[in-house]
């Protein structure tokens, strides 16, 4: 039992620490009802509303002795937003449902909510509700909303036999930035601080998944349980095979990590999670937008191939309850 | 650490417990693209959605020893679609994001699912997505979404002097429920299952709270946080007193309960949350759906004023951080 302090959200109280997040929380046009009612209103501005949820525990998903709350907020809204992009759809709204022990400071949950009303605010999303409990462990909880705007929305199971297998963003990043950290290796100040800020502060390219869904990509994913992982949700619901070449990956931010601890840099760019690049397939008449490059192809059959490399001794993607009991 | 066995979350994995859950998921025509996509899309007929978040912690919220999963299913839907439907909105979809340690039975999250499943089920809405993730303790997140249908939303702050106050539903059973659940009375079997069941099971009248907005409710709230508090939400958002004759509430439940443990009905009634009747102020002019009752009226002033019984002892309402540490 922890006894309650000044400046933790025991002395504050629920409502009180309501008053004070609410204050930090522009509202978008788009909200005819922001924060402080039951329930939000949003215009859905061509009849249908795209809606995702994504949850992060704490010492599951994130760690308070690595991360800033605000890092945090961050991570969270993007691991939101990038599925939202992914479908083609432009985000308008989150809902932030959090959970907290009562010693937590205030001001961990205040720089919690400047993370993720940032993030939102790269994409024109607006926080437009929320709900606070008590927990031992901190839980973040955020449901996404946004618009297609007139568009058809892309879905996993639209490739089509001929599409090109296209990435947009670098994966592995992520992975090796966690590795990074999980080892106890020395580095020197600053070495590879690129892939530490990959993990804990993805840099997500909301723009170019956007432009490949108004570019006319059939299927897309952001690559969240690891690019094999999630190209194979693609092959499966599509009822194709995805054909990659693992040359075509970009290692060159990992090589030095990887040779100093002695790992094979493929293995966290084919099977790392948490990168919010984004992969689709398209096809091959269309100009593809600046920033995005062919891997691959899709094929009759079902499943990924992978030319280049050999993954059958690597496990694909992220499971939460087997990998780690 | 728990050894993973056969039948628990940790032997099935992740993937394959999505996949049991979407088996009995079944969608609503206003569900363009459900669960096991990156997001799912759903119809928002009139151009606006109604969003609401409410979470559930193991041990806070609910206790695996009190309720079955079915039973908590049913009252986290609830209190969302209670939420929803205080504002008018007719609900549509539920994303559900749930967290559990790795030794869960698998049945016990299929029966969740049932729980929501059918709870959701009664206002015709479906639950279109939703997130997995491992934790020491259950915590459930669900986000709902609805529609207006054309209507305006029904807003905390509409109340206006003049207007009645209105209720929909018996408060103070949830309180009565819970204090007798918490206590080691003696009771004969089936004595007080009604108020039992009010806690673990509550049933929500959502046609009567659409009803009330159909009839032209200027503000209503449900009362998740015991009548005194959200009617003061009420009358703090609306810039009015909201004044109630306490001898208007039905204690006729509570009384035997009350009797027993030797404490106030009255207190149950007017300051225990979690019962999702409704509160509402509507002109005076309208005819009032059968199944509500007027409880007193909106005067110019602040706050809430009760007559009929001192309240100035009891704290109001419930403050997730204040109230237990």
């Known amino acids: ?3 309650p302090g000044n400046g933790d959200l025991a002395s504050l109280g629920e409502f009180g620490l309501i008053s004070r997040i609410q204050a930090l929380l522009p509202q978008s046009e788009e909200v005819i009802l922001g924060p402080g009612d039951d329930a939000a209103i949003v215009k859905a501005v061509d009849g ?32 939101n937003l990038a599925d939202l992009v992914s479908k083609g759809a432009r985000p308008t709204a989150l809902l932030v449902a959090f959970a907290a022990p009562a010693d937590l400071p205030v001001e961990w949950a205040l720089d919690l909510t400047l993370g993720l009303r940032d993030e939102a605010a790269k994409t024109g999303a ?7 409990a008590r927990a031992e462990k901190i839980v973040i909880s955020i449901a996404a909303l946004g618009s297609l705007d007139g568009r058809e929305g892309v879905r996993r199971s639209g490739a089509k036999v001929g599409d090109l297998v296209v990435l947009a963003g670098t994966t592995g990043l992520s992975a090796a930035g966690l590795a990074l950290l999980s080892s106890d290796i020395d580095v020197a100040l600053g070495e590879f601080n690129e892939l530490r800020t990959a993990h804990l502060t993805p840099d997500v390219n909301y723009d170019l998944a956007l432009a490949l869904a108004i570019a006319g990509a059939h299927s897309m994913c952001d690559v969240s349980d690891g ?10 619901a599509s009822g194709v095979k995805c054909q990659i070449d693992a040359t075509k990956l970009d290692l060159s931010k990992l090589q030095g990590l990887a040779t100093k601890i002695g790992v094979d840099p493929m293995r ?13 397939t398209i096809s091959p008449d269309v100009d593809l937008p600046d920033g995005t490059f062919v891997i691959g192809e899709v094929l009759v059959g079902s499943g990924v191939d ?20």
Do not use: C, N, P
């Open 1 to 3: 039992m922890t006894i």
């Open 126 to 132: 607006s926080i437009v509700g929320g709900d606070i």
């Open 48 to 79: 249908y509303v795209v809606a995702t949820t994504d949850m992060a525990v704490e010492d599951i998903h994130f760690r308070r002795d690595w991360s800033t709350a605000k890092q945090i907020g961050s991570k969270i809204a993007a691991a």
């Open 227 to 236: 690019l094999l992982a999630d190209l194979g949700h693609i092959a499966q």
């Open 306 to 325: 992978v030319l280049g490399t050999d993954v059958s001794k690597w496990q694909a993607g992220h499971d939460h309850f087997h990998r780690i009991i």
């Open 268 to 280: 966290w760019a084919l099977t790392g999670g948490e990168d919010h690049a984004f992969v689709a």
